[in-house]
């Protein structure tokens, strides 16, 4: 059975000369289905930038990405249509919750289904479904001046979800989160994971919250390490 997603031997360079920064030397990772990995390491380390690449955001200069066994990206070029491939098969979750501040929370992740052709009708009831099941029924009329950091973040989610992408992909998406809300929103993420069958990678700084996670990676200049299980690093 083919990882849901993949990637081996991604490089990746900015600048040149003496301002040359090699942020990916020779990654690879391989997360399968109901997995949630964590990407930890210090600020530049190369996580965020591995993450643009597993996202299709920002291609890598070499290797290859595979999801769902389907050959992607290689030798660093684009195979297929990339923003198609994104709005269906990939969900994304940033440090902050980006939503649209006139919309209600449903009309929000709503809003996600509609701009890829999910009939109006259909796009309510499913946001409605999605947000009850994290938790967010009676918010879904709020708007996101009324919600709490965790509750907009989970929003945020719920948005991410709503093309049921077999790949999610966070970029601290806790950072502006306390402690308690962190490790509400981290093991959100395990249940996404372990109930949709979603391989989820999440980049953090928070080592509080790593026995969610079933491993957890090391990245440092450039470099990912050998793969470690994160309840031992709680």
Do not use: C, W
């Not at 040359?20 to 380390?45: I, M």
């Not at 595979?66 to 297929?80: N, Y």
């Not at 969900?91 to 980006?98: K, M, P, Y």
């Amino acid at each position: 059975m083919p990882s849901a997603i993949s990637a081996h031997s991604l490089e990746k360079t900015y600048g040149s000369g003496e301002g040359e920064v090699r942020a990916l030397r020779g990654v690879s990772l391989e997360v399968a289905s109901g997995e949630v990995v964590a990407l930890v390491g210090p600020s530049g380390s190369g996580k965020s930038t591995l993450l643009t690449s597993l996202g299709l955001l920002a291609l890598p200069d070499t290797g290859t990405i595979r999801i769902g066994g389907e050959l992607v990206v290689d030798a660093g070029v684009a195979r297929g249509d990339l923003a198609a491939i994104r709005r269906s098969r990939l969900g994304f979750v940033f440090q902050r919750s980006n939503l649209v501040p006139f919309l209600t929370a449903v009309e929000n992740v709503a809003l996600a289904l509609t701009i890829n052709d999910v009939d109006a009708r259909d796009a309510k009831d499913r946001a409605h479904a999605l947000l009850a099941s994290l938790g967010l029924g009676d918010r879904s009329s709020a708007y996101p001046e009324e919600l709490s950091g965790g509750q907009a973040q989970r929003v945020a989610i719920a948005r991410a979800l709503a093309m049921d992408p077999p790949v999610l992909l966070a970029d601290e998406p806790t950072a502006a989160l306390d402690g308690p809300r962190s490790r509400d929103v981290m093991m959100l993420f395990r249940r996404i994971a372990h109930e949709r069958g979603a391989a989820v990678v999440v980049v953090t700084h928070d080592h509080r919250v790593l026995d969610a996670f079933d491993g957890v990676h090391e990245m440092d200049d450039g470099i990912l390490s050998e793969r470690r299980s994160g309840a031992a690093h709680a």
